[in-house]
């Protein structure tokens, strides 16, 4: 059994892209070294907006890293940086990730919106764009 965390986050202007960047490069080092993870995968879609695929050992080892070390320090940022941010989990068989297009089917019916300060029109119903699901990454334990 595998616990599968999927997450969206829309940056609201490039002034920010940099510092996400950077942020974002700390908290791929440290996932790949944490306890529990599996497998994931990144996707860069349109408009700075960014979906991250992982799938984990336990619900409790996902929660472990998400308060902890860079990802924590990066979390503190997103409220003011996003305008649209999204997370959805659920358990499944094996740690196999679904393609990109049912991860969105999936954020859609099953996901709920995080809190940002300036949410967009889109934000609360979840209602932006099918993603371009090319150009995307996977993340192997290290």
């Known amino acids: 059994m595998a616990f599968v965390s999927l997450t969206r986050l829309r940056i609201r202007s490039i002034r920010f892209l940099p510092r996400f960047v950077v942020h974002t490069l700390a908290s791929l080092r440290q996932v790949k070294k944490a306890p529990g993870f599996l497998v994931g995968a990144l996707l860069p879609d349109r408009s700075w ?18 308060v902890s070390g860079s990802h924590k320090e990066a979390m503190r940022h997103l409220l003011e940086w996003c305008d649209e941010a999204s997370v959805a989990h659920w358990d499944q068989p094996d740690s196999t990730l679904p393609a990109w297009l049912e991860a969105d ?26 993603p371009r699901v090319t150009g995307g990454g996977t993340i192997h334990r290290a």
């Open 49 to 66: 907006t960014f979906w991250t695929l992982t799938a984990w050992e336990s619900q409790e080892s996902m929660r472990a890293y998400i």
């Open 105 to 130: 089917r999936r954020m859609r019916e099953s996901g709920r919106p995080s809190k940002v300060l300036h949410p967009s029109p889109h934000h609360a119903d979840l209602s932006y764009r099918t």
